[in-house]
């Protein structure tokens, strides 16, 4: 089977990363899931250039030449659409219907946006810091033009692990996934992340943009009454892999694999049911476990009757917050991290005898390349710290 990803809607591309397709910690460029809400922008990198402009006391420009040269670090972090999940959703909720899919773990490579926001100086007053794209286009309730726009409160845009990424694991970012230059924030819904990057605003004010008003929002009861919330960090969640649903499973041991990720947390556990919630068993987690980053589970299920099983999943992070087993009608189309049953059948004319080792084999060389590549952000650090700086 050719290996691709699942084309959710063609005009503009909105594609999934194949979760049955997985063999390894990080996820292959062109197997990463791609979202976009308008047309992809045409790029002269000649002509290109990122401006910040707003509350700064110095503001400037930067050229391509000049961004590219800039000293750099990476970040393995998981990325996933605020709406991943979408179609499992029951009453049906409008926007792109995502499987299971909008979601991909990769190396991002790119320079702090503190160093930038430092050389231009940031005023006092300052209160949000607004990314924008080179895309433009309309919504059914905005017939105006307008770019993809998203801000980031000033703490988080200063975070040394939020980027200006150039590359992805290790290669120039493609043009679906942002060329030349994109955010990345680690830890939050893919939303936050713009891509084709040209105009940075330093504002005095909570930006009223649409993608942070009118969408990518959620509903939360307080005690002074429902407030509408911007979707920002990632929820805990875990996806079974394998097996897949209506799968035929064998008298014996069966390998129940999957992943799970919390944001910019560790997952602390991993616990698998086979009977639709009554009952839960703790998984194994396997291969590394980092802030922003999803790992790999696996759970041997031991059956010895034939029949319809439903398998499912819950993550818990290591700050405590569980993946809950039912939706959230609040969250509406947004942060969808309910487990779903998987419904197998079990046949008693298959024997299965699965064997942990088929996992460590898979990630050991994965995860030593992951461990060999995180230790390359220190340099960079070491470079601003002594005077290298931008």
């Not at 990314?131 to 309309?138: M, P």
């Not at 924030?185 to 040209?198: E, F, I, Q």
């Not at 398998?311 to 700050?319: C, H, I, N, P, Q």
Request: proline share 6%; net charge negative.
């Amino acid at each position: 089977m050719d290996e691709e990803r699942r084309v959710i809607s063609d005009d503009p591309e909105n594609s999934e990363t194949p979760l049955d397709l997985l063999s390894g910690w990080v996820t292959p460029n062109r197997l990463f899931f791609v979202r976009n809400h308008f047309d992809v922008p045409t790029i002269d990198l000649d002509a290109w250039s990122l401006e910040v402009t707003g509350c700064v006391d110095r503001p400037r420009s930067w050229t391509w030449q000049e961004i590219d040269q800039l000293p750099q670090r990476s970040v393995f972090a998981t990325s996933e659409c605020a709406g991943n999940g979408r179609s499992f959703l029951q009453p049906t909720v409008g926007g792109v219907q995502w499987g299971a899919g909008a979601i991909g773990h990769a190396e991002w490579t790119g320079i702090p946006v503190h160093h930038l926001l430092d050389a231009c100086q940031l005023s006092e007053d300052v209160c949000e810091i607004v990314f924008e794209g080179a895309d433009q286009g309309t919504e059914p309730d905005h017939p105006e033009p307008m770019p993809f726009a998203r801000s980031l409160p000033v703490e988080k845009a200063l975070d040394h692990d939020t980027l200006l990424v150039t590359r992805m694991n290790g290669e120039r970012l493609e043009l679906n996934h942002g060329f030349p230059l994109r955010l990345f924030v680690p830890g939050w819904y893919g939303v936050a992340s713009v891509k084709w990057l040209t105009r940075i605003r330093v504002i005095d004010h909570q930006f009223q943009g649409y993608f942070q008003t009118k969408k990518y929002t959620v509903q939360r009861d307080t005690g002074r009454g429902r407030q509408t919330i911007v979707v920002g960090p990632m929820a805990v969640k875990s996806e079974i892999i394998r097996p897949h649903a209506g799968e035929p499973l064998g008298i014996g041991t069966n390998r129940v694999f999957g992943v799970a990720w919390a944001g910019d947390d560790l997952v602390k556990d991993v616990d698998v049911s086979t009977d639709g919630g009554n009952t839960w068993q703790r998984a194994e987690l396997l291969g590394i476990r980092a802030p922003y980053s999803w790992c790999l589970w696996e759970y041997l299920w031991s059956v010895e009757g034939e029949g319809e099983y439903e398998l499912m999943a819950r993550a818990v992070s290591e700050g405590g917050d569980v993946q809950p087993i039912g939706s959230n009608p609040l969250n509406g189309g947004y942060l969808i991290n309910f487990s779903r049953p998987v419904t197998v059948r079990v046949e008693s004319t298959r024997i299965s005898d699965a064997k942990p080792a088929d996992a460590e084999t898979m990630l050991y060389d994965m995860a030593g390349f992951a461990e060999e590549n995180v230790r390359r952000p220190l340099d960079v650090d070491l470079e601003f710290s002594y005077g290298g700086g931008i």
